[in-house]
Structures are given as C-alpha cells and as structure tokens.
DNA sequence: ACCTGAACACCGTTCAAGT
DNA sequence: ACCTGAACACCGTTCAAGT
C-alpha cells in the first residue's frame, strides 16, 4: 500500500527474461543496488506519468538520488526502463486472460480483456507507440527489451481469439496480431488526439464489431451471400 | 519532370494560408528568397522520405546549402516544414473527394477514398502521428502549422460520408472524425508493425467494414434489432 | 560489484552581425 | 529583406576513476 503501483518484485525468481546471466536464476544483488533500482523504477513510474515515456533519463536519475551511470547500469535502455515498469501489468493481462477463458460468451471475454489492453497500453504517454514498434521488430538483431512482454501480450490475446473463433464469434480470416495492433492504435488516437470521453469505448466497439461473427441467428446455417 | 514531386507552386496567390503578413496576398519574395526556400523543400522531401520526418534540420540546411537561420526564417517549425510539403497531397486529397463522390457506390467512393489518405500518411515515416496529433490539437492556443492541412483532409472526408450516410450505407453512429483517425492508425500501424504485403488493405477493409452498413437486402424496412 | 559524474556527441533554437 | 553561423540549451550515452 505504500507505493500503489510496485510495478515489479524485486527478485522474482523465475521471471523468465530478467536475466543475463545463468537465464531463469536472477543472482542476489547488492543490497544498495536493490534499493537504487527499486528508486530509479519509482521515479520513472511518477515521472513517465506526468511527462510521458520520453521523460529525460537524467532528470530521473537525479530525483532518484543517483548518477546517470547507474541508472544506465540497471536499465541499459530507455525501453528496458518501460519493459521494467510495465511487466506487471502485462502479467496482469495474462492473467486476465486465463480468467476471461472462462466468460460464458467468448467475444466478450475477448472485448473486456480489449479493453484491459487499451487501458494499459494508456498508462503513460508514448506506451502504445512503444507496444507497436515492438511487435514489428521481431525480426531485427537488436531486440527490443519489449518483445518478451509483446510476446506475452499477443499470446495472450491470442488464446481469447482462438476461443471465440472456435464459437463461431470471430471472423476466420482476422489477422490476431491485427487485431492486437488495432486495440493498441486505439490507446493511441485516444491518446493524441482525445475528442470526447466516450472516444476509446466507441473506436473500441468499432473495431470488435469489425472482427466478430454475429451470435448465430438460428444456430443451423447461415449463408452469408 | 526536374523534380517529380514539386511539394507547392512556389507562389500560390490564394493560398488561404501561407501568409503571415496581409491574409491572402503572399507579397512577392526576393530571388534568392525563393530560390533557398524552393532547394530547403527539394532537401526535406529527400531527407525525410529516407530518414523520416525527424531527419536533422541542420542536416538539411547544409545539404541545401543554406544556413540553419534561413531554415527557421523560411519554417518556423518543424510541422511548417512538413506542412509546405504535404500541401500538395492535401490538396489532391481534396480534388479526389470531389471526383469521388461522382462514384456510383458512395461507400466504395468512401473506400477509395480512404485509401488515398492511408497512401499520403504513409509518405513518410512520423507523418501519421504528426496528422493524428494536429487532429487532436485544435483547441490549442499555439496553433500548430499542420491543423489548417489536417481541416482540409476532415472536410474532404466528411463530404464523402455525409453522401454515404445519406444513401444509407454508412452507419448513423459512428462520428466522421473517428473513420480519419482510424485510417490513418492504419497506415500508422503499417509503418510501426509492417507484417506483411496485404496489411494495409485489410486493415482498411476491416475500418470499412466497422463503419459501414451492407447493400440494403430489400429496400424496404431493415430492422436491426 | 557497484556507483559517480565528467566528457563527448548530437540536435534544436535564437540572435547579433552582416549584405 | 534576407542570410549567416556562433552560441546556448538540452539530452543521450560512455567510460575512467573511484568505493
């Protein structure tokens, strides 16, 4: 309860792309070194919500009482900073999404987690810029320290699609990751150009309404032609 | 045919907005006025469509063989930069919604439409955003220099929907700025997270789809409910 | 093993001095 | 009226020197 938004354990042992090193073991850290990433990741978190992700890294540096070097040593990248912040709720969103499997209708399963998606991807300003670049630079030599939770988020979304295309809810010939991007750009229109405050709900709906099958009229056939 | 993509006539005399001075009437500049004004859009066009619409001004200047001061006399900013050089675009844009709504099938009119718009945002890379953000900034006070583009490009789409709504084919609902919006996500998301070869026409297709309200089945009444 | 901050690079923007 | 470029500000990133 101190800090509402502890976005990641400081040592979670199994976290499978923390490490480096030997992957899956994450060695003990020095104890100052823990205290300075867990500050580093506080400030960011204030100052990324306030000034968006391209908040200068010196200035968090500073307000975390530290030198840029270190802040550098900990995140070696702006994005592995973002990754950091946000791995929580991306393990959120998995979660969610073994929890909305169980939703008696699978398209709307699949559009509350839509929405949980949008709102994460809203966290801060330049997040849902940051989501999509990552997701079309899988193939690049430099990985982004975004792909892994990119990753976790389409595999997610992907489970739910699989369900309710197996309902007969979701078109057969939507691309999953399209429809990834598509909630994503959603977060990001609202982002930059904000009109009203039911804007993300309706471009939210438009895009479901584009993908899904409607519930089945009489349940035997229905020809489309 | 020197250079196939002369961005503006030099001197539009009723361009209704390139006149700081008297509104209207774009007073005659120096030779060497033009000349420098006419080589900084030749370079920026060059330098953008390789790099992007954040390629080094300075880079620029000195490619077209002028000094930084006479980049910033000529485009205060970065967005009156890239505003000169869309106009052109924009104003086709225009032309083409005229032409367009001649189309027999006002949606697809609409459709091809749209995918002229997702072909301009897609110049370069950044312009996508920068046309959603001008979108989303009208109620500012330091008017950016894009909006009176960004104006044009909502009221050649909104011809084209308004006839389509009247004919029946676009839904009552959905709010004409956010069919633009969502276009342009598209060619955004295309140039963030390009998949493959047919993305762009199917994410547009599944806009349309969204939007759109299919052939009246008997002309007569069509409850939707 | 970790921290520090000076040093360098890069880019945007202004403005005094010129023609 | 227009051009120039030095000067300043700001930010990212590295790395030698420390503990």
Redesign the interface.
């Known amino acids: 309860m101190s800090s509402d938004a502890t976005p990641t354990s400081t040592t979670a042992p199994t976290d499978p792309t923390a490490g480096d090193p030997a992957p899956g073991a994450s060695r003990p850290r020095r104890a100052d070194a823990r205290r300075n990433r867990q500050r580093l990741l506080d400030v960011a978190l204030t100052a990324f919500t306030e000034q968006g992700i391209d908040a200068p890294l010196d200035d968090i540096a500073r307000r975390a009482g530290v030198g840029i070097g270190t802040l550098y040593r900990h995140f070696p990248s702006r994005e592995a900073l973002v990754d950091a912040l946000i791995r929580g709720g991306v393990d959120d969103l998995c979660r969610r999404s073994d929890e909305l499997a169980g939703t008696a209708d699978p398209l709307e399963g699949l559009a509350r987690w839509l929405r949980e998606l949008v709102d994460h991807a809203s966290r801060f300003r330049g997040l849902a810029?940051a989501i999509?670049?990552a997701?079309?630079?899988v193939h690049e030599r430099h990985e982004g320290a975004l792909d892994a939770s990119c990753a976790l988020v389409h595999g997610a979304a992907g489970r739910l699609m699989g369900r309710a295309r197996e309902a007969g809810r979701l078109r057969g010939d939507?691309?999953d990751?399209?429809v990834v991007?598509?909630a994503t750009?959603v977060a990001?229109?609202t982002e930059?150009?904000?009109?009203d405050d039911q804007?993300t709900d309706?471009?939210l709906a438009?895009?479901l309404?584009?993908?899904s099958v409607p519930a089945a009229p009489r349940a035997s056939e229905a020809r489309e032609r």
């Open positions: 810029a999509v670049a997701g079309g630079r939507v691309d990751a399209d991007d598509m750009s990001w229109i930059h150009a904000p009109r804007q309706r471009l438009l895009v309404d584009a993908v």
